[in-house]
T-cell receptor, first 114, second 113 residues
Framework: DGGITQSPKYLFRKEGQNVTLSCEQNLNHDAMYWYRQDPGQGLRLIYYSQIVNDFQKGDIAEGYSVSREKKESFPLTVTSAQKNPTAFYLC?????????????FGPGTRLLVL | AQSVTQLDSHVSVSEGTPVLLRCNYSSSYSPSLFWYVQHPNKGLQLLLKYTSAATLVKGINGFEAEFKKSETSFHLTKPSAHMSDAAEYFCVVRGGSNYKLTFGKGTLLTVNP
């Protein structure tokens, strides 16, 4: 089945710890995205990547880092500099070049701070 | 610049009655507009999208939305609510050739038996 997978479903972070959220897609999409969702605030863009080995900051990139070494993978690291990391994190992908290109979402990872 | 306003944070309907979720947008470009649905602790699923073709867009599960440029609106409707429609709904705008999506803050739909 084609789609986007995110792991783990739940992740716990200790103070001062970096954690990495996984996102994999087998849709052959060039573009991938990371969003953060907080209650009552909708989704906010953290980082996006239009092509392998290239990525751009979104609206709330501080305290996060990404890499895009493979087309199908776009991991997100939540660093210790992110002081309020508790949120639901969603990964998405899309195929560029199409008018109104649709973003398809993974099932999400919920990050909690111990 | 682009923005989205979902006019109701919470809508409550009875099963079998019509659903109306309201969305207004602003965009400097000819926009693409989307409605997504999210069930608790799940990812977002696309309901429908408008991309400058027909102004009345039909989506999955009996939902539809009408693009009204003069009113800068893209309201989501369904003739008869089902219990399984209870979820959070997001109106989303994409302006011009930018990849960036701008999300509304969501409308929580509850369906009463």
């Amino acid at each position: 089945d084609g789609g986007i997978t995110q792991s783990p479903k739940y992740l716990f972070r200790k103070e001062g710890q970096n954690v990495t959220l996984s996102c994999e897609q087998n849709l052959n999409h060039d573009a991938m995205y990371w969003y953060r969702q907080d209650p009552g605030q909708g989704l906010r863009l953290i980082y996006y990547s239009q092509i392998v080995n290239d990525f751009q900051k979104g609206d709330i990139a501080e305290g996060y880092s990404v890499s895009r070494e493979k087309k199908e993978s776009f991991p997100l690291t939540v660093t210790s500099a992110q002081k309020n990391p508790t949120a639901f994190y969603l990964c998405a992908s899309s195929s560029p070049g199409l008018a109104g290109a649709t973003q398809y979402f993974g099932p999400g990872t919920r990050l909690l701070v111990l | 610049a682009q923005s989205v306003t979902q006019l109701d944070s919470h809508v409550s309907v009875s099963e079998g009655t019509p659903v109306l979720l309201r969305c207004n947008y602003s965009s400097s470009y000819s926009p693409s507009l989307f409605w997504y649905v999210q069930h608790p602790n799940k990812g977002l699923q696309l309901l429908l999208k408008y991309t400058s073709a027909a102004t009345l867009v039909k989506g999955i599960n009996g939902f539809e939305a009408e693009f009204k440029k003069s009113e800068t609106s893209f309201h989501l409707t369904k003739p008869s609510a089902h219990m399984s429609d209870a979820a959070e709904y997001f109106c989303v705008v994409r302006g011009g050739s930018n990849y960036k999506l701008t999300f509304g803050k969501g409308t929580l739909l509850t369906v009463n038996p």
